[in-house]
């Protein structure tokens, strides 16, 4: 049903309130927010667009240059840097895959309790905290992968151990990749570059 947004203001319980009922404020801070958001969705509209060029540009790009030697880049093209003429911009490319752990990373942890139960005493509170910091979940329940692999870079002859870094490695699983644009200008004469603020990896 079509409302007339002059006579009716729909709330947050979906409930129809006439305008007469609201307070002014109440009216001035509801028309401010939805005329930001209509500006920011404009605003996101505009850098997809500019996403979806400019890793098209790029693409054609690779595609001329591979063709100066007979040949083709297959597959998804990304971790790349190309460099205008005079050394003064720059545009990067990127490729971040993201993964996740299946029911192996539980197996894994289950074999590293078994370790630890069974090594000495005395070197029991250290590792314990080590293992626990490494799976310890963030507010959302995630695991960060970063602590756990710190668990696979330690160096422990224990055939224990070494089943449980098998089952952690096995439990490691794609979850898919974002591509990344990173624009940079040389400051003036020196060797650094200033990144372009450009948010574009949530698009």
Same mark, same amino acid.
């Given at each position: @049903? ?27 801070? /509801?028309?401010? #927010?939805?005329?930001?958001?209509? !500006? ?16 098209? /540009?790029?693409?054609?790009?690779? /595609? ?23 050394? !003064?911009? +720059? ?5 971040? /895959?993201?993964?996740? %752990?299946? &029911?192996?990373?539980?197996?894994? !942890? ?24 490494? %799976? ?11 602590? #756990? %692999?710190?668990? @696979? ?11 449980? @870094? ?16 990173? %624009?940079? &200008? ?5 060797? +650094? ?11």
């Amino acid at each position: @049903m079509n409302t007339n947004q002059n006579e009716y203001r729909t709330n947050a319980l979906g409930h129809l309130v006439p305008i007469e009922s609201i307070k002014s404020i109440d009216l001035l801070r /509801d028309d401010t #927010v939805t005329r930001l958001i209509s !500006k920011a969705k404009e605003a996101q509209a505009v850098l997809k667009g500019f996403k979806g060029e400019t890793l098209s /540009d790029i693409a054609t790009f690779l /595609d001329i240059s591979a063709a100066q030697y007979n040949t083709k880049l297959g597959g998804k093209k990304g971790n790349l840097s190309l460099t205008s003429f005079d050394g !003064k911009y +720059k545009v990067l490319l990127a490729i971040s /895959d993201s993964i996740y %752990f299946d &029911e192996r990373l539980h197996i894994a !942890k289950s074999l590293i309790d078994e370790c630890i139960h069974a090594w000495t005493e005395g070197s029991n509170h250290q590792i314990r905290a080590l293992i626990d910091h490494a %799976f310890q979940t963030d507010k959302e329940g995630k695991i960060n992968t970063g602590r #756990v %692999f710190s668990l @696979m870079r330690l160096k422990i002859d224990d055939p224990k151990w070494l089943e449980a @870094m098998s089952a952690l490695k096995d439990s490691i699983q794609p979850k898919g990749s974002s591509q990344y644009l990173r %624009f940079y &200008e040389r400051v003036g004469n020196t060797d +650094k570059f200033e990144q372009l603020s450009l948010d574009l990896a949530g698009l």
